[in-house]
């Protein structure tokens, strides 16, 4: 997994996407600034002690916040309801980033879940 992986994958998405994913990626590494940056599933994630925290992707109609955990959202549900989520996803407009405070609670989740 690389930086550099990461670099291309937004580099090869249009505008607003990109600079709304870019938000995310920033606001990701605030919360977890040690994190390994790479690709899984063909899609930027963040490794912690090896193990996947938080991902993102772009769609045709909007961007996806990935926890790689279906426990996440759940454990979230009152804090997302302006979003659409899914079991695996929470998805978002491509021009409106994540608040960093939505973006902390999520990763923070998801490092509990994993501290079990």
């Given at each position: 997994m690389t930086?550099e992986e990461?670099a291309?994958?937004?580099a090869?998405?249009?505008e607003p996407?990109?600079?709304?994913?870019?938000?995310?990626?920033?606001?990701?590494l605030?919360?977890?600034?040690?994190?390994?940056?790479g690709i899984?599933y063909?899609m930027?994630?963040?490794?912690?002690?090896?193990?996947?925290v938080?991902?993102f992707?772009a769609?045709k109609?909007?961007?996806?916040?990935l926890?790689?955990s279906?426990?996440?959202?759940?454990?979230l549900?009152?804090?997302?309801?302006?979003y659409?989520?899914?079991k695996g996803?929470?998805?978002?407009?491509i021009?409106?980033?994540?608040?960093?405070d939505?973006?902390r609670?999520?990763?923070d989740?998801?490092?509990?879940?994993l501290d079990?």
């Amino acid at each position: 997994m690389t930086v550099e992986e990461v670099a291309a994958y937004l580099a090869g998405l249009e505008e607003p996407k990109r600079t709304t994913l870019e938000a995310l990626r920033q606001s990701i590494l605030a919360v977890v600034p040690d994190a390994e940056e790479g690709i899984s599933y063909g899609m930027p994630a963040f490794r912690v002690d090896g193990k996947v925290v938080a991902g993102f992707a772009a769609f045709k109609h909007h961007l996806a916040y990935l926890p790689h955990s279906g426990e996440v959202l759940t454990v979230l549900g009152d804090r997302l309801t302006e979003y659409v989520c899914t079991k695996g996803s929470l998805h978002f407009p491509i021009d409106e980033p994540l608040p960093d405070d939505v973006v902390r609670s999520l990763v923070d989740a998801k490092l509990r879940i994993l501290d079990r």
